[in-house]
């Protein structure tokens, strides 16, 4: 299984992006995925997961301002993020997990996300 971030980038306070998560080598609907970020000096944090039965979660601080959807045809997860904030920077990691598994054991590099305000 192999995972890759894309579509990070630099913006201003109020503004949108949508990095995406590509997963390859393990059947689409046999694993779920999960959108992290770790800002300097801080731990790393979750931020919104989606299973493979669609069932989302996301974390208080962004919830109503990102969204995690799965593209069935190009096995690629995105993550709509609008109103972004300066405390939303950081570097961004995509992470899967197989169904039945303990945690997320395969991780793509990170995009990095900049909110200036």
């Known amino acids: 299984v192999s995972v890759a971030e894309s579509g990070g980038g630099s913006v201003q306070a109020g503004g949108s992006l949508r990095p995406s998560c590509r997963v390859s080598?393990?059947?689409?609907?046999?694993?779920?995925v999960a959108w992290f970020r770790q800002a300097p000096g801080e731990q790393r944090e979750g931020v919104a997961s989606?299973?493979?039965?669609?069932?989302?979660y996301y974390a208080t601080s962004v919830k109503d301002r990102f969204t995690i959807s799965r593209d069935e045809v190009d096995h690629i997860v995105y993550l709509q993020m609008n109103s972004l904030k300066p405390e939303d920077t950081g570097m961004y990691y995509c992470?899967?997990?197989?169904?039945?598994?303990?945690?997320?054991?395969?991780w793509g590099q990170g995009t990095q996300v900049t909110v200036s305000s």
């Open positions: 989606v299973d493979s039965d669609e069932d989302k």
């Open positions: 992470a899967a997990m197989k169904n039945g598994a303990g945690g997320y054991n395969y």
């Open positions: 080598g393990y059947p689409y609907r046999a694993y779920g």
